[in-house]
C-alpha cells in the first residue's frame, strides 16, 4: 500500500513539472513572438522596454562611488537601468534623486532655475525618521516619489527584510557566553524612551554598555563579536517611528547572533518584517521588572532560548547597504508607478 502511494506521488509530481515546463515554454515563445513583431512596437508597457535613466543629484553623505551605468546588471541583475551622477544628463534624466540630508543642511539645492522635463520625476531620499529630516516646509509641491525604508513609500529601500527559504540553521551556541546583555549607544539623550527603558532595566539584569556615549567605542571588526558574546542585544532604535527599523536589529543582532530586544516601531510592524519569533520587544511587557523576569527565564533555559533562533529554519536575511543597490531599486518600481503624483505636503507624509 505505501509502495503504491509513493508512486502515486511520484507520477503526480512529475505531472506537474511537466505542467510547469510546458508553462514556461509557452510563456517564453509568447513573449519572443511579441518581440520579433516587425511593425516594431511591442505589446507591454514602453518603459518596460527601453532604458530608465537615474541621475543621483548628489551622493548621500559625501561618499561616492564611480557609476559607469552597467552597476545595476553587473551587480544585481537588474536590466536597463542607467545610474549616473553626472548633472549635464539632467535634461534627459528619467529619474532625478535627491538626498534629503544635504538639501536640509543647505550643502546642495535643487536646479530649480533649469527646464524641468514634463515626465521626469524627482525623488525624494530619506532613510532617517522623521525627527532627522530638517526644512521639509521648503520642499512641498516638488516631488513625485519618495523613497525611504517605509513600506507605503513608492520606493521601499528597507535597511533589511526577511525572506522565505530553507537554510541550515546556525544556532549560536548559548552556553560559552560570558555577557547577559549589550546595548551600543554613541548619542544618548535621557529623555528618549530608549534610554529610560535601559535605566530601568538594569536595574534588574546586568546590560554592558559600548558606543561613544560611555567612552567604549567599538572598532568595527569588534562589534559583532562583542553583541554576540552576550545572550541579548538591545536593539533600540533613537525613533519611534513608522517602519523605521535599522541596522541595529538586521545587522547588530542577526549578523551576531545575539537575540534582539527591540524597541521602535510597534510588535505589529516588527512581527509583519522580521522573522517569525526572532526578537523580543519592550511594549510586550507592562514594566521593565517583568521584561528582566523574562530575559532570565530564557538565559536559564537554553531550549526556550533556542526557539528565537528556530526561524533560521524556514527564514533568511538579506541587509541592503549599498547606496547604489538601492537606486536600482527604483527601475524596479518604474514600470508600475505610471500615475501622475506630486507630493504637496512631503513634511505632511513623513510625518504621517
Ligand atoms: C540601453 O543602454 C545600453 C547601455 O548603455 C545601450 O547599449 C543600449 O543601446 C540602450 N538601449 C536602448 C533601447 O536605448
Ligand atoms: C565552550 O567552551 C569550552 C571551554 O572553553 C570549549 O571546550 C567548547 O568547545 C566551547 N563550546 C562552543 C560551542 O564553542
Ligand atoms: C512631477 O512633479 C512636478 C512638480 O510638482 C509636476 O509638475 C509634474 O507634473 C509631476 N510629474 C509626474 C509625471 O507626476
Known sequence: ?????????????????????????????????????PSGHRDRPPAVQRNVSVLLWHWPFGRSYRLDGSECLRMYAIDRCLLTDRRSSLPSADVVVFHHQELGAGRSALPLDLPRPPSQRWVWLSLEPPAHNAGLDKLSGLFNWTMSYRRDADI???????????FRPSFPPAENRSCFASWVVSKYFPEQTRSRVYQSL??????????????????????????????????????????????????????????????????????????????????????????????????????????YFHWQHTHGIKRYTDW?????QICVKYPSLTTPKVYQDLEGWVNS
Open 1 to 37: 500500500m505505501a509502495a503504491v502511494t509513493t508512486i502515486g506521488t511520484r507520477a503526480l509530481g512529475l505531472f506537474f513539472l511537466l505542467l510547469l515546463l510546458l508553462a514556461s515554454l509557452s510563456t517564453l515563445l509568447y513573449n519572443g513572438l511579441l518581440d520579433r513583431d
Open 156 to 166: 521601499p529601500v528597507p535597511y533589511g527584510e526577511s525572506f522565505r527559504g530553507a
Open 202 to 307: 538594569r536595574k534588574h539584569v546586568p546590560i554592558e554598555v559600548y558606543g561613544k556615549w560611555n567612552r567604549r567605542p567599538l572598532a568595527d571588526q569588534k562589534l559583532l563579536p562583542t553583541i554576540g558574546n552576550c545572550l541579548f542585544y538591545l536593539a533600540f532604535e533613537n525613533s519611534e517611528a513608522k517602519d523605521y527599523i535599522s541596522e541595529k536589529l538586521w545587522r547588530n543582532a542577526f549578523q551576531a547572533g545575539a537575540l534582539p530586544v527591540v524597541l521602535g516601531p510597534g510588535p505589529a510592524t516588527y512581527r509583519a518584517l522580521a522573522p517569525p519569533r526572532s526578537f523580543i520587544h519592550v511594549a510586550d511587557f507592562p514594566t521593565a521588572g517583568d521584561l528582566a523576569a523574562h530575559l532570565k527565564r530564557l538565559a536559564s533555559d537554553k531550549q526556550a532560548y533556542e526557539e
Open 324 to 328: 547604489r543597490e538601492r537606486l536600482c
